[in-house]
């Protein structure tokens, strides 16, 4: 019997074959990764190949039928509040919901607050702070109906810096999203890894992997490949990728693929 | 109308009792209603609503406090549809379908086995504020409290569920428990105005308030104020209009609400038509 997994020094994330399943529909199958500490890792792969579960279960929503995940040094249910930061795509919300861009970043901060707690002055820096990194502070006021796709994923992810957790995970920030966001985006996932904190992010933009990315994961319900970007355009397994997503035509979004397998969107206990 | 003729109301201790009843359930079931609108559990409110009238009638039988059998079944209601809608394979709309009918049905089906009941069906299932009772008006208030104390002690986390739960789960917040806990708040208050307003009418109570509030204001705060205003407004002011027309005091209740609501729909339009039609700065 193998000894039960544990993060390594310097590991933030660490899979070994595991297996998500939604009801009848295998999405993972025997996934086996790392991501150290000042890394981040892009997951590419084709409709359906699982990465947004890949994210969910990091992230604690998803629970694994088999194998084993080290987060943080614990399991993703156990850690303290607050450690994990997960962006969804933009269409996981109602953005009629009755709040202004501040409200949603100040969300970021609730996992750090008791109920008896104020939202103190370092509670409304750190949001400032979040809204500066993404270029939003100026629309701070702005009601989030009233916002473009790319501004509403920087609201996302201003909402995630503001929880200041150990671990990023995002799902498809760069989808449907203009130039100049993708770019702010991109700078800021650079500087967060500078400092230490370990990424994880899923994209179908395969032309900048190189510039985003230290190492890079190609899934297809299974670890096809994982490497640095240049070692995995090497090993073939990316440019069956490639392929697969320009033939099918499915550079956009997994969306639709997503919906189908996710039988209830939020967490089975 | 002369000013005694105006304050004449409330010479009467029922009405007096009545008023302070339709105070707290506008207030508490409007700012309810807030997150019943936002997070579209209005279905819900309705069916919790039928399926306490069990409750009530098992209550009745019991010999029993009707609010104790209206609380317990509407509770147990609650949390079933939110185990059922989390863990069965069944959509939510559907699992309340079932529940609520399946609950009335035994409550009528109970209520139809007796012989002689001389309870009142119409007042259960229209409400009778006039027929407050000095322990009926402290279960109205110690419900509204433990309800209000909730909604400030967990306001964080339902605000962040109401919006995003998957990601407020993500950063360790107990989405799930939320849930369960709102689902309890939402049948408390469900209780607290089945004798105000009935079991037909609770859910008007519940949304349209709400649903006013949510045509004036863009942000979630100031929502629920206006709409607990809107409520108290609609429970004293159709209360106190009921006394003069001589109409039932929960249907008149709900039409203030209609009304404050369609007022509200009006002055958005009339705002957003100014905006629209103002010259470009």
């Not at chain 2, 109301?9 to 807030?34: E, K």
Request: charged residues 15%; aromatic residues 8%.
């Amino acid at each position: 019997m193998r000894a039960p997994l544990t993060c390594a020094v310097g590991e933030a994330v660490a899979t070994r074959d595991l297996v998500v399943r939604y009801d009848d529909f295998t999405a993972l199958v025997g996934a086996t990764m790392t991501v150290q500490f000042g890394e981040a890792l892009g997951i590419v792969g084709p409709n359906g190949s699982g990465k947004s579960t890949l994210l969910k279960t990091l992230a604690g929503l998803l629970l694994p039928s088999a194998g084993e995940l080290c987060v943080l040094g614990a399991q993703p249910r156990q850690l303290p509040p607050g450690s994990i930061a997960y962006v969804p795509q933009i269409e996981a919300v109602d953005w009629t919901f009755p709040a202004t861009v501040w409200d949603v970043v100040a969300m970021g901060r609730f996992s750090r607050l008791a109920f008896w707690q104020r939202f103190a002055t370092r509670d409304r820096d750190v949001v400032l702070r979040a809204l500066e990194a993404v270029n939003m502070e100026s629309l701070a006021g702005r009601h989030i109906a009233h916002l473009s796709g790319g501004q509403q994923q920087r609201v996302f992810v201003a909402r995630a810096i503001a929880q200041e957790p150990r671990l990023l995970l995002l799902d498809e920030p760069t989808t449907g999203v203009d130039a100049a966001t993708e770019e702010t985006l991109r700078e800021l996932v650079r500087s967060l890894v500078a400092g230490g904190m370990p990424v994880i992010m899923t994209t179908h933009d395969l032309d900048r992997v190189g510039e985003w990315f230290d190492r890079l994961l190609v899934l297809d319900r299974r670890v096809l490949a994982i490497g640095t970007p240049a070692e995995v355009v090497d090993s073939g397994a990316y440019a069956g990728i490639r392929e697969h997503t320009h033939t099918h035509g499915h550079l956009r979004t997994d969306h639709e693929a997503h919906e189908a397998h996710a039988v209830h969107p939020e967490v089975r206990r | 109308m002369s000013f005694d003729a105006l304050v004449q109301p409330f010479h009467y201790a029922f009405m007096q009792r009545a008023f302070i009843a339709a105070l707290a359930v506008g207030l508490i079931c409007s700012a309810m209603g807030t997150y019943v609108v936002l997070r579209k559990l209005s279905f819900i409110g309705d069916g919790i609503a039928h399926a306490s009238f069990a409750g009530i009638v098992i209550a009745y039988l019991r010999g029993a406090n009707f609010y104790i059998g209206a609380a317990v079944v509407a509770v147990v209601t609650a949390v079933g549809i939110g185990f059922v809608s989390r863990r069965g394979r069944i959509s939510l709309d559907t699992t309340i379908g079932v529940l609520f009918t399946g609950m009335f049905a035994l409550g009528v089906f109970l209520m139809s086995r007796q012989r002689n009941y001389a309870v009142d069906l119409q007042s259960f299932l229209f409400g009778d504020i006039l027929a407050v009772q000095p322990q009926d008006l402290w279960l109205i208030l110690a419900l509204s409290i433990a309800v209000a104390v909730a909604i400030v002690a967990m306001f964080r986390g339902l605000l962040y569920t109401s919006f995003d739960p998957v990601v407020a789960q993500a950063s360790g917040i107990a989405a799930p428990r939320y849930e369960y806990a709102l689902l309890v708040m939402v049948a408390l208050t469900i209780v607290v105005a089945l004798q105000a307003v009935g079991i037909v009418l609770v859910a008007a109570l519940l949304v349209t308030p709400a649903a006013a509030a949510y045509q004036l204001t863009s942000r979630f705060s100031p929502m629920m104020l206006l709409a607990a205003l809107f409520g108290a407004a609609s429970a004293v002011g159709g209360l106190y209009l009921s006394y003069y027309v001589r109409a039932s005091s929960g249907a008149t209740i709900v039409l203030v609400a209609t009304g404050l609501f369609f007022a509200a729909v009006a002055v958005k339009y009339v705002v957003r038509a100014r905006a629209l039609s103002a010259p470009q700065s």
